[in-house]
């Protein structure tokens, strides 16, 4: 049986998977995506065809034999993308684990190489099968060698032999660049015939059969036109045929034998963890030839589960833990669904011990939780504090968490569960799922151990990265305020969110019969497809948009549609009731624990990329606020029994203070240090009026050009928001810049900044990565350069409010006051507060949050009460 040799085009395919798959970096911003698509490919084809010999053929230097014969060879080709080069040496060294060769020679296109080692391969007895993006090795197909196209992105493949070749072409392959010679290409700028294309190139060569034999029978061509065409450019026809013509005869030694490939499984782990690719080394261990290591896909075992002996051995735990300076301490490993403790895992000096209730000296270890001076690191302190308070008990002391900790190093992970952080900082692999383990006790002896191996590495990386200060006074002191309002939960009027739902029902009804009416038939309203044919087959309106798969029905283009045709208003008061009434009236009402009688919601710490919090299940932090529905929502949060009003305190354009403050424009920083209007004292700058004469359109115009500034707005987006011509938007826009010169300095210093050190930060330090800021892409650059532009402000508004939340918290234990806080959304404050404590309660947050940041202008806050959340606000 003849064996398998794979020449894959590398040159050809590490293009094609750049630009097949979306930007992928890493934590540092190392741009991975084209490494990431050729290795997905590479193994999918170990795992299909495995080959007996492969070789991945490389260009080698930019000028080629085929640039002496015709200067112009190539000569329109754009630059590489600096996001690819970069990726280059990654894809050399990711060849090397694999130990597969690499063969290229100066003077020659990889093409050539894949056609001398094709003939060669074929002469010695192997099937070859070339793995390539370019059309330009069908040529190349003969009985033994067949070709393996790319045609869309590099997973989708065309297995082109003699057979498949003839059936769509008519020919045989090697009249393949005779037919090229006629066409050109483009992309190769190879010239061709002008004029003549690929059909009538086939049609033209399947008659003549051949370049050489067309050309001496022009008169014998059907069409004077194509007849004058050839005669003209006759010579452009042989001398694309000399460029479209793979050499198989490169001068380079084939040794079959050494084309083998014997992979470097420790190296590849590396690189693959390196690389954050977390799921290969599981897909290649199982190709691994024969007489290749021998490895288990597991890269650790659990640890042995270590239980106290007695009492006296509980003892001597105990006075370890008292003399430790450090204790560590994943007490997730245990719980409950309901959140009960149920064990623990500590670990001390190189001891680690499972702990449950039935272990001696439980009580007292659970006791040593609650000291201050007894130091603890955790993973997940938030869940840790709220297992313990299911308890009974305050945990005190933690001064590590390693889920934070990876949350400030890599805001924009997606997840920092202890596996993913051993992967990436220990180089420590494992295929287990966090959730599915922490039902089995090893698993916790295995987390503490991760724990107190990340802490050292961690805590170094915080600090070369300027974040020790944000990590240990707002962060972390945070996880405790956040369990606390989690356990709080806030109160909601049970009944009224019924009531409202019901009523929501009868209205939602009535308009699915209005829009039935209208459109003449009942039909799914919810169907886009179903939706589409209504609006613009049958009633007319205009297609604004249409996407794959038909028209779109989207939120954008429903608006822009809003006036147009009654059925449209209808439409967009129906959504609008349907998402209030499930997401918010029955979602909300399902949520309500049966316990407490309260919403318990979850604040997210490490989910958002500019430091703001977020909340689920429900979110709170997107009820409408503008709409009467939506306030009616905020009328059913009402202080609990035992406490008597609700608290909103909301900062006052946070983000346009922070502006000034960063920028240091003096006419911004005047308006506020002089308590003007902010959006007013804009408008007149902006329009060239006397503030007095500023009208409230105005004044709403200059308030979208404030807020659109600190996201880096377009004139498009302006124009959009505002509904002014975009060239009026961009004279706003001008205007704005004119009148506030050291915002427009502030903003170019900050992209300039983030192109020079590939992030930005806040004023307290975090940081966000830009990996696009520099790419070639036009549209992710500029996303990047807004990001740039908008996240020191964004990102320092929301350090600020949970400073002054940490502050508020610490202040009202620590004066024993009933009153809490509940909930934090955006840049205002919830709390729950007690008819005797309103006064001092107010004046202890008003001063935590205006004194949370000394800036060039004052923070200012609004503190209001009232029975319910509108009624403060």
């Known amino acids: 049986m003849a064996r398998t040799f794979v020449i894959i085009d590398g040159s050809s395919l590490i293009h094609r998977a750049f630009y097949a798959l979306p930007p992928l970096t890493t934590a540092s911003g190392q741009h991975t995506n084209a490494v990431y698509g050729f290795a997905n490919m590479l193994l999918k084809l170990l795992a299909d065809m495995r080959p007996d010999a492969i070789v991945v053929a490389l260009d080698k230097g930019k000028k080629t034999f085929r640039n002496q014969v015709y200067a112009e060879y190539k000569a329109h080709r754009k630059a590489m993308p600096s996001e690819l080069a970069e990726q280059l040496n990654l894809f050399e060294e990711l060849l090397t684990a694999f130990g597969i060769a690499k063969l290229g020679l100066e003077g020659f296109e990889a093409d050539d190489v894949i056609g001398t080692l094709a003939d060669k391969a074929s002469v010695s007895g192997f099937n070859v099968t070339i793995v390539t993006g370019d059309k330009d090795a069908l040529q190349l197909i003969t009985p033994s060698v067949r070709v393996l196209l790319t045609k869309k992105g590099i997973s989708d493949l065309d297995l082109m032999d003699e057979t498949a070749f003839n059936e769509r072409y008519g020919l045989r392959p090697n009249q393949f660049v005779d037919v090229k010679s006629l066409m050109g290409d483009q992309s190769d700028n190879i010239p061709g015939v002008a004029g003549i294309g690929e059909k009538t190139a086939l049609k033209l060569i399947q008659q003549f059969e051949s370049l050489d034999n067309l050309l001496a029978h022009v008169n014998e061509v059907s069409g004077k036109k194509t007849q004058e065409l050839l005669r003209s450019q006759a010579d452009n026809a042989k001398l694309s045929q000399q460029l479209a013509s793979i050499v198989c005869n490169v001068p380079i030694e ?124 955790t993973h997940d302190a938030k869940l840790a504090t709220n297992l313990c308070l299911s308890t009974g008990l305050t945990l005190s002391g933690l001064t590590f968490d390693s889920q934070i900790a990876g949350y400030l190093l890599d805001p924009a992970a997606t997840r920092y569960s202890l596996p993913d952080l051993a992967a990436t900082y220990l180089s420590r692999h494992t295929q287990w799922e966090e959730s599915k383990l922490r039902q089995d006790p090893r698993y916790a002896a295995w987390a503490v151990g991760i724990v107190r191996d990340l802490r050292p590495v961690l805590e170094e990386r915080i600090e070369a990265s300027g974040l020790k200060d944000l990590y240990h006074s707002i962060e972390l002191p945070l996880t405790r305020v956040l369990s606390a309002m989690e356990m709080n939960g806030v109160a909601i009027d049970a009944d009224s969110l019924m009531d409202m739902s019901g009523e929501l029902a009868v209205r939602i009804e009535q308009l699915l019969c209005e829009i039935y009416a209208i459109a003449g038939e009942e039909f799914n309203v919810n169907s886009t497809k179903q939706l589409g044919a209504i609006l613009y087959e049958k009633l007319g309106l205009p297609i604004l948009k249409k996407t794959k798969t038909g028209y779109s029905t989207d939120a954008e283009v429903l608006e822009k549609l809003s006036g147009q ?115 007013t004292r804009t408008a007149a700058e902006v329009f060239g009026v006397p503030m007095s004469e500023v009208t409230g359109m105005l004044r709403s115009r200059a308030k979208a050009v404030n807020f659109g500034i600190v996201y880096g707005i377009s004139d498009f987006g302006l124009s959009r928001d505002i509904g002014v011509s975009r060239k009026e938007a961009a004279q706003y826009i001008d205007n704005y810049f004119a009148r506030y010169p050291g915002v427009k300095q502030f ?57 002054a939340m940490v502050d508020v918290y610490d202040r009202l234990i620590s004066g024993g006051f009933k009153s809490r806080i509940l909930l934090q959304v955006h840049d205002e404050l919830l709390l729950e507060v007690v008819a005797g404590e309103t006064d001092v309660v107010s004046r202890i947050v008003r001063e935590a949050m205006e004194e949370a940041a000394e800036l060039s202008v004052p923070l200012l806050t609004d503190v209001k009460l009232g029975r319910n959340w509108a009624a403060a606000k």
């Open 565 to 679: 045709h009654i059925i449209i208003d209808n439409l967009l008061e129906y959504r609008m009731l349907a998402k209030l009434k499930s997401t918010y009236l029955d979602g909300m009402h399902a949520l309500i624990s049966a316990a407490t009688g309260r919403i318990h919601t979850t604040f997210n710490q490490t989910v958002t990329t500019t430091g703001r919090l977020s909340s689920s299940e429900p979110n709170l932090q997107n009820i409408p606020v503008r709409t009467d529905s939506g306030r009616r929502i905020r009328e059913m949060f009402v202080p609990g029994e035992g406490w008597d009003y609700i608290l909103s305190a909301d900062y006052s354009q946070i983000e346009l203070r922070v502006l000034a403050h960063m920028s240091g424009d003096e006419n911004l920083i005047d308006a506020f240090l002089h308590g003007q209007d902010i959006h």
């Open 254 to 377: 084939y040794q079959p034998d050494t084309y083998g490939w014997s992979p470097d499984v420790d190296r590849l782990r590396e690189l693959f963890l390196r690389l954050e690719f977390r799921t290969m080394l599981a897909r290649l261990m199982p190709l691994l030839p024969n007489n290749g290591p021998v490895i288990e896909v597991q890269s650790e075992a659990l640890p042995p589960v270590e239980v106290l002996a007695d009492t006296a051995d509980a003892k001597r735990l105990l006075e370890q833990i008292e003399s430790s300076s450090m204790t560590y301490l994943p007490l997730f490993a245990g719980h409950t669904p309901s959140l009960e403790l149920a064990g623990l895992a500590l670990a001390v000096a190189e001891r680690t011990v499972i702990l449950t209730p039935s272990t001696p000296g439980w009580a007292d270890m659970l006791h040593l939780l609650t000291v201050p001076s007894l130091g603890k690191a």
């Open 747 to 803: 903003m170019d210093n900050s992209v300039a900044e983030a192109k020079k050190q590939g992030f930005v930060t806040t004023l307290f330090g975090r940081r966000r990565y830009l990996p696009d800021i520099n790419a070639s892409n036009f549209s992710l650059r500029s996303f990047a350069e807004r990001t740039a532009m908008n996240t020191p402000i964004q990102g320092t508004a929301a350090d600020i409010i949970k400073k």
